[in-house]
C-alpha cells in the first residue's frame, strides 16, 4: 500500500486537507505575486549573474524598437508636398499592383489618365478647379554638361497654380520655345530673364528663351521645375490623350477627406491622395522608397525577434548552469521541478521586463541613426520625417518578454527535471549526458540541414533552390547549438593528443570538462562567423556572377550610353544611317511583376526586365539561350531567365502573366528561356513593349557594332548627354525588388553588432563566474601567469572553434547557392573579406575572455575563493 493510502485509511481528513494543500499550490502561477517576488529576491542576490541577460535583452529591444519605428514610419510618414503644395487632393492612378491577402508591390513607371479625367472630376461637387498636370524629364545643360542638382521636371503653365509659383520676374511662356524656371533653378544654371537655356528631352537638345522666373510658395528640395505651353509640354510628354495627375482645389469649406471619396466614386479607376500622400504623385520615388522601408524594417525585424530569441535563451542557459548549486540546494531541502521552473520563469519576466523598458530610449535614438543613414544613402527622401509613437516601444516590451519566457523556460527545463541526489552531483562535475530530445534534434538537424544545401538545389527549379540553400547556414547553426557540449568536447579531446606544456594540458582538460560551459559562450560567436560568411559571401556571389555575365554578354563594339533619364528613341535610327554602321540594339530597362496560379491563390515575383530588338540581339548581346529562340519575341511574347523560368513554372510554349511597369496586364507566350538573368535582367520583352509602357519612353542604352574607321563621336556631337563607351559601359540589372546594397550591409552591420555584443556578453559572464575556480587553481600551486596562460589557450581554442565551425556550417549553403544561380560549386569568396571575419571574430573574442580574467585574478587567491558566488 503506498503512503498516500495509508494516509488516507488512517486519517481521511488529514489527506482531504493535504490533497487541498497540493491543489492550492499547483495555483501559484509564474506572474503571481508570490513567484515574483522570490524571483525579485533572487535577482537581487545575484545582480552580476543576470546582468547578462538584461544586457541581452536591453540591446535587443533597442533594436527590435528600432525596427517597429521605421515600419511605423513607412507606413504613416511622407514629406510635404511642394509642386502641389496648393492643392486639396491630387488625383491620380493607383501605383500599385492589387494583391489579395497581401501587401500591395508597387508599379515602377507612372499609371497614366485620360486626359478627360480633369473634367470628370471638375464636375464632382465642392471642386472649385481641376487641373490636368504632365511630368517630363529632362536636363539643363550649362557649358556643354548636364547641371548638377535635383531631377529637372518640365510642366505645362496651368499646373504653376498648385503649388503656386508666382512669377518674380518676366511673364508667363506664350509661344512654344519660352520657358520659365523656378528661382533656384535658375539661380544655379546663372540664368535670368530673357536670356537662353538649352534643355534636354531624353536625347534631344532645345534652345528656349527664358520668358520668366517663378518664385515657389514652399521651397523645391526633391525637384525643379520648368514651365512650357500647355500646348508644348503636352507635345514634349508624348502623349496628348493621357495626363499624369489632376491637382484639385476645393471649393471654401470643402473638407478635404470627404471630396476625395466623392472624387473617388464618381470617377472609377483613379486613386486621391491628400496630406503628405500627395507627394507619392509628385515623384514615383517617394511611394517606391516608403514601401522599400516597409519591406526592410518588416523582414529586418523579423529576423531580429527570432535572434533575440536564441540569443537571450542561450544567455539564460549559462545563467541557469552557473546557478547550479544554488539550484541543487533548492531540490535538496524539497524545491519541486514545478516551482524551479516557475521560479526562473518569473526571473526572466522580470529581468526581459526591465530589459525591454530600458533599451525603449537607445531603440529610438538608433531609429534616429538608421533614419538618417536611409536619408544619406538615398533610400528616403529628404523630408521623410520620422515617427515615433509608443507602439513599438510596447511592441519591443512584449516581445522581448515573450522571448525571456521563453528562453527561461528552455533554459530551465534540466534544471528542474533531474532529482535532488543528481542535481548535487551536478555541482561538482558536469553532467556529460545531454537530453535525448536534444540530442536527436540536433543529430537530425545535420542531416536535414546538408540536405537543403545540396539536394534543393539539384531537384527544385528556380528562387526555392536557392532559398532552399540559405536556409541551411540556420538549421546547421541551430544544430551546432543543441550538439555544442559534444562538438567542442570531441574538438578538445581531439587536441588533447598532443602533448603540450602544463597551461595547455590545463586548457584541454576544462574545455573537457566544462564542455557545456564553451559550447554557451561561443554559440553565438559561431552563429556571428556563420551569418557573416553566408550573408557576405552569397552578395559576394550573386554580384560576381552579375557583373561576368553583364561583361562577357556584350559583344557589341560600342555602347551608347546617356548621362540624363535616357535615349531618345529616334537616336538608333539616327545612329543606323551612320556609314559603316552594321547593328544598332536599343535596349530599354523596366520592372515588370510576374503573376502565376498557385492552388487557389495567385503568386507574383518582382522582376528587372529588358526591352530589345530581336533581330540585333545576336550580334550585340550573348544571353545563352537555353531553349527556345528569341527571334519569336515579338508582341505577347516573353523571354525568361532560367531562374524565373523555375519559379513561375513557366517553360517555352506556355504562358505567364506580365504586369508591365505601369500596370498593364499582358498574357505573354514564352518564346526562349536564357541563363544571364542576372547579368541583363530576368524578364526580356519586345523592345516597343517596353518603351511604350515606361515613363520616360526612353532607352537606357545603344550596343552599335560598327567599321573601325567609324566615327560614332561625330554622329553624336549635337547630342551633348551622350557618349560612346567600351562593353564595360552595360551595368548588371539591379538586383530584383530593388533593395539597395548599401543599406542591406547597413542592416547586416546592426545584426552582426548585437550578435557581437551578444558575445561579449556571454563569454565575459562565462569568464568572471570561475573567480572560485582560478582561485583553487593558486591555492594548489599554479602560478598567476600561468593561469593567464591557460586562458589565453582557452581563447584561442574558443576563436579556433567559431572560426571552424562557424564556416563549416555557412559552406553547404554557400555550396548550393552557388550551384543554384550559376551551376558551380564554388562560391565567389574574397580572402580578405574572409580574413576580415576571422580577424574580427578574434578581436570580439579575445579581450572578452582575457580581461575579465584578469579582474578575476587581482584579488588574492584566499580572499577570492572566499567570496560568495
Same mark, same amino acid.
Given at each position: 500500500m503506498s503512503r498516500g493510502s495509508v494516509a488516507e485509511a488512517v486519517d481521511p481528513p488529514a489527506a482531504e486537507k493535504a490533497r487541498k494543500t497540493k491543489k492550492a499550490k499547483k495555483k501559484v502561477r509564474t506572474l503571481s505575486r508570490q513567484n515574483l517576488s522570490l524571483a525579485w529576491s533572487t535577482i537581487r542576490g545575484r545582480k552580476g549573474g543576470f546582468a547578462a541577460v538584461l544586457v541581452a535583452v536591453g540591446v535587443g529591444s533597442a533594436v527590435i524598437t528600432a525596427c517597429g519605428v521605421l515600419l511605423e514610419t513607412g507606413i504613416s510618414s511622407g514629406v510635404p508636398a511642394e509642386r502641389y503644395h496648393r492643392a486639396d487632393v491630387v488625383v491620380g492612378g493607383y501605383q500599385a499592383m492589387p494583391v489579395e491577402g497581401d501587401a500591395d508591390p508597387r508599379l515602377s513607371e507612372r499609371v497614366r489618365l485620360p486626359s478627360g479625367t480633369v473634367a470628370k472630376i471638375a464636375a464632382v461637387d465642392g471642386v472649385e478647379s481641376a487641373v490636368g498636370d504632365v511630368s517630363v524629364r529632362m536636363s539643363v545643360i550649362e557649358k556643354d554638361s548636364v547641371l548638377d542638382g535635383p531631377p529637372v521636371y518640365g510642366h505645362g503653365w496651368s499646373a504653376s497654380v498648385l503649388a503656386p509659383f508666382t512669377l518674380s520676374s518676366g511673364t508667363r511662356p506664350r509661344a512654344a520655345d519660352d520657358v520659365v524656371l523656378d528661382s533656384d533653378l535658375a539661380r544655379r544654371a546663372g540664368v535670368a530673364e530673357g536670356d537662353t537655356v538649352t534643355l534636354v528631352t531624353g536625347s534631344e537638345p532645345g534652345t528656349y528663351r527664358v520668358s520668366g522666373v517663378a518664385e515657389p510658395e514652399v521651397s523645391l528640395d526633391r525637384q525643379s521645375a520648368v514651365f512650357f505651353t500647355d500646348d508644348r509640354a503636352a507635345r514634349l510628354h508624348g502623349a496628348t490623350d493621357s495626363i499624369d495627375a489632376v491637382g484639385v482645389l476645393a471649393a471654401k469649406g470643402t473638407d478635404e477627406g470627404g471630396l476625395a471619396d466623392r472624387i473617388e466614386k464618381a470617377v472609377p479607376g483613379v486613386? #486621391?491622395?491628400?496630406?503628405?500622400?500627395?507627394?507619392?504623385?509628385?515623384?514615383?520615388? @517617394?511611394? %517606391?522608397?516608403?514601401?522599400?522601408?516597409? !519591406? @526592410?524594417? +518588416?523582414?529586418?525585424?523579423?529576423?531580429?525577434? *527570432?535572434? /533575440?530569441?536564441?540569443? /537571450?535563451?542561450? #544567455? =539564460?542557459? =549559462?545563467?541557469?548552469?552557473? &546557478?547550479?548549486? !544554488?539550484?541543487?540546494?533548492?531540490?535538496? /531541502?524539497?524545491?519541486?521541478?514545478? %516551482?524551479?521552473?516557475?521560479?526562473?520563469?518569473?526571473?526572466a519576466v522580470l529581468v526581459g521586463g526591465a530589459g525591454a523598458v530600458l533599451g525603449a530610449v537607445p531603440g529610438i535614438l538608433l531609429a534616429m541613426l538608421l533614419h538618417t543613414v536611409f536619408t544619406a544613402a538615398g533610400a528616403l527622401p529628404s523630408g521623410f520625417s520620422l515617427v515615433i509613437t509608443p507602439l513599438p516601444v510596447l511592441s519591443a516590451l512584449l516581445i522581448c518578454v515573450v522571448a525571456a519566457r521563453i528562453g527561461g523556460w528552455l533554459a530551465a527545463r534540466r534544471a528542474a527535471k533531474v532529482s535532488a541526489v543528481e542535481a548535487l552531483g551536478d555541482v561538482a562535475v558536469e553532467p556529460k549526458k545531454l537530453g535525448w530530445v536534444r540530442l536527436t534534434l540536433g543529430v537530425l538537424l545535420v542531416p536535414a540541414g546538408l540536405a537543403v544545401a545540396i539536394v534543393l538545389p539539384i531537384a527544385l527549379p528556380g528562387e526555392a533552390a536557392i532559398d532552399g540553400a540559405a536556409s541551411s547556414a540556420l538549421l546547421l547553426v541551430i544544430a551546432v547549438g543543441l550538439l555544442g557540449p559534444r562538438l567542442f568536447g570531441g574538438i578538445a579531446t581531439?587536441?588533447? &593528443? &598532443? %602533448?603540450?606544456?602544463? #597551461?595547455?594540458?590545463?586548457?584541454?582538460?576544462?574545455?573537457?570538462?566544462?564542455? &557545456?560551459? =564553451?559550447s554557451a559562450a561561443t554559440t553565438p560567436l559561431i552563429m556571428g562567423v556563420t551569418m557573416a560568411s553566408a550573408q557576405l559571401f552569397s552578395a559576394t556571389t550573386l554580384a560576381a556572377t552579375a557583373h561576368d555575365q553583364a561583361v562577357d554578354g556584350v559583344i557589341a563594339d560600342h555602347v551608347v550610353t546617356s548621362d540624363s533619364a535616357g535615349i531618345s528613341p529616334g537616336l538608333a535610327e539616327a545612329l543606323r544611317d551612320v556609314p559603316g554602321v552594321r547593328t544598332v540594339s536599343p535596349v530599354a530597362r523596366t520592372s515588370t511583376i510576374l503573376t502565376w496560379p498557385d492552388g487557389d491563390s495567385v503568386q507574383y515575383r518582382i522582376s528587372t526586365a529588358q526591352g530589345v530588338d530581336p533581330a540585333a540581339v545576336p550580334g550585340t548581346m550573348e544571353l545563352d539561350v537555353l531553349r527556345g529562340d528569341l527571334g519569336g519575341l515579338t508582341g505577347s511574347t516573353v523571354a525568361l531567365s532560367r531562374l524565373v523560368a523555375g519559379t513561375v513554372g513557366a517553360d517555352v510554349g506556355g504562358h505567364v502573366d506580365v504586369h508591365l511597369g505601369d500596370g498593364t496586364v499582358q498574357k505573354s507566350e514564352v518564346v526562349a528561356v536564357y541563363e544571364n538573368g542576372l547579368g541583363f535582367g530576368d524578364v526580356t520583352l519586345p523592345h516597343d513593349v517596353v518603351v511604350a509602357h515606361t515613363t520616360d519612353h526612353l532607352d537606357q542604352w545603344l550596343m552599335v557594332n560598327s567599321d573601325r574607321e567609324t566615327d560614332l563621336g561625330a554622329a553624336l556631337k549635337d547630342h551633348p548627354t551622350v557618349s560612346v563607351r567600351d562593353a564595360a559601359a552595360v551595368t548588371a540589372a539591379p538586383t530584383d525588388g530593388g533593395a539597395d546594397t548599401g543599406i542591406s550591409l547597413v542592416l547586416n552591420a546592426v545584426l552582426l553588432g548585437y550578435l557581437a555584443i551578444a558575445v561579449v556578453n556571454t563569454l565575459v559572464m562565462a569568464t568572471i563566474s570561475r573567480r572560485r575556480e582560478f582561485a583553487l587553481l593558486r591555492l594548489v600551486g599554479t602560478r598567476t601567469s600561468q593561469?593567464?596562460?591557460?586562458?589565453?589557450? !582557452?581563447?584561442?581554442?574558443? @576563436? *579556433?572553434?567559431?572560426? @571552424?565551425?562557424? #564556416? $563549416?556550417?555557412? *559552406?553547404?549553403?554557400? $555550396?548550393?547557392?552557388?550551384?543554384?544561380?550559376?551551376? +558551380?560549386?564554388?562560391?565567389?569568396?574574397?580572402?580578405?573579406?574572409?580574413?576580415?571575419?576571422?580577424?574580427?571574430?578574434?578581436?570580439?573574442?579575445w579581450p572578452a575572455v582575457m580581461l575579465p580574467a584578469r579582474l578575476a585574478l587581482r584579488p588574492p587567491a584566499v580572499e577570492a575563493i572566499a567570496r560568495a558566488e
Amino acid at each position: 500500500m503506498s503512503r498516500g493510502s495509508v494516509a488516507e485509511a488512517v486519517d481521511p481528513p488529514a489527506a482531504e486537507k493535504a490533497r487541498k494543500t497540493k491543489k492550492a499550490k499547483k495555483k501559484v502561477r509564474t506572474l503571481s505575486r508570490q513567484n515574483l517576488s522570490l524571483a525579485w529576491s533572487t535577482i537581487r542576490g545575484r545582480k552580476g549573474g543576470f546582468a547578462a541577460v538584461l544586457v541581452a535583452v536591453g540591446v535587443g529591444s533597442a533594436v527590435i524598437t528600432a525596427c517597429g519605428v521605421l515600419l511605423e514610419t513607412g507606413i504613416s510618414s511622407g514629406v510635404p508636398a511642394e509642386r502641389y503644395h496648393r492643392a486639396d487632393v491630387v488625383v491620380g492612378g493607383y501605383q500599385a499592383m492589387p494583391v489579395e491577402g497581401d501587401a500591395d508591390p508597387r508599379l515602377s513607371e507612372r499609371v497614366r489618365l485620360p486626359s478627360g479625367t480633369v473634367a470628370k472630376i471638375a464636375a464632382v461637387d465642392g471642386v472649385e478647379s481641376a487641373v490636368g498636370d504632365v511630368s517630363v524629364r529632362m536636363s539643363v545643360i550649362e557649358k556643354d554638361s548636364v547641371l548638377d542638382g535635383p531631377p529637372v521636371y518640365g510642366h505645362g503653365w496651368s499646373a504653376s497654380v498648385l503649388a503656386p509659383f508666382t512669377l518674380s520676374s518676366g511673364t508667363r511662356p506664350r509661344a512654344a520655345d519660352d520657358v520659365v524656371l523656378d528661382s533656384d533653378l535658375a539661380r544655379r544654371a546663372g540664368v535670368a530673364e530673357g536670356d537662353t537655356v538649352t534643355l534636354v528631352t531624353g536625347s534631344e537638345p532645345g534652345t528656349y528663351r527664358v520668358s520668366g522666373v517663378a518664385e515657389p510658395e514652399v521651397s523645391l528640395d526633391r525637384q525643379s521645375a520648368v514651365f512650357f505651353t500647355d500646348d508644348r509640354a503636352a507635345r514634349l510628354h508624348g502623349a496628348t490623350d493621357s495626363i499624369d495627375a489632376v491637382g484639385v482645389l476645393a471649393a471654401k469649406g470643402t473638407d478635404e477627406g470627404g471630396l476625395a471619396d466623392r472624387i473617388e466614386k464618381a470617377v472609377p479607376g483613379v486613386a #486621391t491622395y491628400t496630406g503628405d500622400d500627395r507627394s507619392d504623385v509628385e515623384t514615383l520615388d @517617394v511611394g %517606391q522608397m516608403r514601401a522599400f522601408v516597409i !519591406e @526592410v524594417a +518588416s523582414a529586418f525585424g523579423a529576423t531580429m525577434i *527570432l535572434l /533575440v530569441i536564441i540569443v /537571450v535563451a542561450g #544567455t =539564460l542557459a =549559462l545563467s541557469v548552469q552557473q &546557478r547550479r548549486r !544554488e539550484l541543487a540546494l533548492l531540490r535538496a /531541502v524539497g524545491a519541486t521541478p514545478r %516551482q524551479v521552473l516557475r521560479m526562473i520563469g518569473g526571473e526572466a519576466v522580470l529581468v526581459g521586463g526591465a530589459g525591454a523598458v530600458l533599451g525603449a530610449v537607445p531603440g529610438i535614438l538608433l531609429a534616429m541613426l538608421l533614419h538618417t543613414v536611409f536619408t544619406a544613402a538615398g533610400a528616403l527622401p529628404s523630408g521623410f520625417s520620422l515617427v515615433i509613437t509608443p507602439l513599438p516601444v510596447l511592441s519591443a516590451l512584449l516581445i522581448c518578454v515573450v522571448a525571456a519566457r521563453i528562453g527561461g523556460w528552455l533554459a530551465a527545463r534540466r534544471a528542474a527535471k533531474v532529482s535532488a541526489v543528481e542535481a548535487l552531483g551536478d555541482v561538482a562535475v558536469e553532467p556529460k549526458k545531454l537530453g535525448w530530445v536534444r540530442l536527436t534534434l540536433g543529430v537530425l538537424l545535420v542531416p536535414a540541414g546538408l540536405a537543403v544545401a545540396i539536394v534543393l538545389p539539384i531537384a527544385l527549379p528556380g528562387e526555392a533552390a536557392i532559398d532552399g540553400a540559405a536556409s541551411s547556414a540556420l538549421l546547421l547553426v541551430i544544430a551546432v547549438g543543441l550538439l555544442g557540449p559534444r562538438l567542442f568536447g570531441g574538438i578538445a579531446t581531439l587536441l588533447g &593528443r &598532443r %602533448q603540450g606544456d602544463v #597551461t595547455r594540458f590545463l586548457a584541454i582538460a576544462n574545455s573537457r570538462a566544462r564542455a &557545456r560551459r =564553451l559550447s554557451a559562450a561561443t554559440t553565438p560567436l559561431i552563429m556571428g562567423v556563420t551569418m557573416a560568411s553566408a550573408q557576405l559571401f552569397s552578395a559576394t556571389t550573386l554580384a560576381a556572377t552579375a557583373h561576368d555575365q553583364a561583361v562577357d554578354g556584350v559583344i557589341a563594339d560600342h555602347v551608347v550610353t546617356s548621362d540624363s533619364a535616357g535615349i531618345s528613341p529616334g537616336l538608333a535610327e539616327a545612329l543606323r544611317d551612320v556609314p559603316g554602321v552594321r547593328t544598332v540594339s536599343p535596349v530599354a530597362r523596366t520592372s515588370t511583376i510576374l503573376t502565376w496560379p498557385d492552388g487557389d491563390s495567385v503568386q507574383y515575383r518582382i522582376s528587372t526586365a529588358q526591352g530589345v530588338d530581336p533581330a540585333a540581339v545576336p550580334g550585340t548581346m550573348e544571353l545563352d539561350v537555353l531553349r527556345g529562340d528569341l527571334g519569336g519575341l515579338t508582341g505577347s511574347t516573353v523571354a525568361l531567365s532560367r531562374l524565373v523560368a523555375g519559379t513561375v513554372g513557366a517553360d517555352v510554349g506556355g504562358h505567364v502573366d506580365v504586369h508591365l511597369g505601369d500596370g498593364t496586364v499582358q498574357k505573354s507566350e514564352v518564346v526562349a528561356v536564357y541563363e544571364n538573368g542576372l547579368g541583363f535582367g530576368d524578364v526580356t520583352l519586345p523592345h516597343d513593349v517596353v518603351v511604350a509602357h515606361t515613363t520616360d519612353h526612353l532607352d537606357q542604352w545603344l550596343m552599335v557594332n560598327s567599321d573601325r574607321e567609324t566615327d560614332l563621336g561625330a554622329a553624336l556631337k549635337d547630342h551633348p548627354t551622350v557618349s560612346v563607351r567600351d562593353a564595360a559601359a552595360v551595368t548588371a540589372a539591379p538586383t530584383d525588388g530593388g533593395a539597395d546594397t548599401g543599406i542591406s550591409l547597413v542592416l547586416n552591420a546592426v545584426l552582426l553588432g548585437y550578435l557581437a555584443i551578444a558575445v561579449v556578453n556571454t563569454l565575459v559572464m562565462a569568464t568572471i563566474s570561475r573567480r572560485r575556480e582560478f582561485a583553487l587553481l593558486r591555492l594548489v600551486g599554479t602560478r598567476t601567469s600561468q593561469v593567464r596562460s591557460m586562458m589565453r589557450k !582557452e581563447a584561442g581554442l574558443i @576563436v *579556433l572553434c567559431a572560426v @571552424v565551425v562557424g #564556416t $563549416i556550417a555557412a *559552406l553547404p549553403s554557400l $555550396i548550393g547557392m552557388s550551384y543554384a544561380i550559376r551551376h +558551380s560549386v564554388v562560391p565567389s569568396v574574397p580572402p580578405l573579406t574572409y580574413l576580415g571575419i576571422v580577424i574580427t571574430a578574434a578581436v570580439i573574442a579575445w579581450p572578452a575572455v582575457m580581461l575579465p580574467a584578469r579582474l578575476a585574478l587581482r584579488p588574492p587567491a584566499v580572499e577570492a575563493i572566499a567570496r560568495a558566488e
